[in-house]
Nanobody
């Protein structure tokens, strides 16, 4: 069974930066980051394929960068120019053998 462990959340002022990390216990295929704000549905923030192709939600384009290190089975999310509306629980996601796997979530709070 593949496990995902996230780190890097926290409290930051608007305009600041945070870097989220997620490590998988085994190799996985596509990876990504989702977020869920209170009272809202979980939404895709950014995704990255095993060969490095990326996609982003319109709301974070130009501010967030997703990357991965396949040697470490890890995915990262660098978040710059953070806004109050980025406040949410951020979840790491990965696909393996057709299964969608989730991390436990990490809280990101942006104060305005």
């Amino acid at each position: 069974q593949v496990q995902l462990v996230e780190s890097g959340g926290g409290l930051v002022q608007a305009g600041g930066s945070l870097r989220l990390s997620c490590a998988a216990s085994r190799s996985v295929n596509d990876m990504g980051w989702y977020r869920q704000a209170p009272g809202k549905q979980r939404e895709l923030v950014a995704g990255i394929s095993s060969d490095g192709r990326t996609n982003y939600a319109e709301s974070v384009k130009g501010r967030f960068t997703i990357s991965r290190d396949n040697t470490k089975n890890a995915v990262y999310l660098l978040m710059n120019s953070l806004k109050a509306e980025d406040t949410a629980v951020y979840y790491c996601n990965a696909n393996k053998y057709g299964l969608s796997l989730w991390g436990q979530g990490t809280q990101v709070t942006v104060s305005s």
